[in-house]
C-alpha cells in the first residue's frame, strides 16, 4: 500500500474541493432549507476528506452527490428531532404570555420605575429565585452589595406598588384583608 504524503492529500482534496463544490451546493440549495446549506456543505465536505481515498479519480461528482444525499437525510433527521424536542418542551413548560398580557400590569409599571439595576436585582431574586450571592455572580456585585440593594430596591418597589393600587400593596400574600 502506497503513503501518500499530507500536502498530497491536501492538493487532491483542494482539487476535488474546486471540481465538486459548486455542482454541490447547487444540488444542496436545492433540497434544504437556505439556513441549512453551509451546514450541509460542511458536511459533506468532512465526510469526503475523511473518505478521500474512497473518491474515484475519474468521476467524483456522483460519489460526492451520494454523500451529500446521506448528509442531507442526516440533517433531515436531526431536524425532525430537534422539532420533537421543541414540541416536547412546549407541552410540559407552555410559553408564557407576553408581558403586555400579565394579569399584574401595576407590578410591571412599578418595577419599570425602579432603576435599572434595582429592577433586575429584585427580578433575578423573585423570578429566577436566585439568592444573593448568586444574584452577585450575575451582575459582578459583591454579595452584601446585593443584598443592601436588594433590601432598598423591595422598599422602593413597594412604595412603587402603593401609589399605583392604593392601600392593598402592603399586605401580606394570601393575606385578604387590606389595611
Known amino acids: 500500500m502506497e503513503t501518500v504524503s499530507d500536502a498530497e492529500r491536501e492538493i487532491r482534496f483542494t482539487r476535488l474541493a ?6 454541490l451546493r447547487r444540488y444542496v440549495v436545492r433540497r434544504v432549507d437556505p439556513a441549512a446549506v453551509d451546514d450541509v456543505l460542511a ?4 465526510v469526503l476528506w475523511r473518505r478521500l481515498d ?4 475519474d468521476d467524483p461528482l456522483p460519489w460526492a452527490y451520494a454523500v451529500a444525499r446521506g448528509c442531507l437525510a442526516n440533517a433531515r433527521r436531526a431536524a425532525r428531532r430537534h422539532l420533537g424536542l421543541v414540541e ?7 410559553p408564557r404570555p407576553p408581558a403586555e398580557d400579565d394579569e399584574h400590569p401595576e407590578l410591571r409599571a412599578a ?5 435599572r439595576v434595582d429592577r433586575e436585582v429584585v427580578m433575578l431574586w ?3 429565585e436566585l439568592a444573593p450571592r448568586e444574584i452577585a455572580t450575575v451582575t459582578g456585585m459583591t454579595p452584601n452589595a446585593v443584598s443592601i440593594r436588594l433590601h432598598r430596591a423591595k422598599k422602593r418597589l413597594a412604595e412603587e406598588l402603593e401609589r399605583k393600587i392604593g392601600d392593598g400593596a402592603g399586605q401580606e400574600p394570601g393575606d385578604g384583608r387590606r389595611r
Open 18 to 23: 474546486h471540481e465538486v463544490g459548486e455542482p
Open 43 to 46: 458536511d459533506a465536505f468532512l
Open 54 to 57: 474512497d473518491v474515484p479519480a
Open 88 to 94: 416536547r418542551i412546549g407541552r410540559l413548560d407552555p
Open 111 to 115: 418595577l419599570a420605575a425602579l432603576p
Open 126 to 128: 423573585a423570578w429566577e
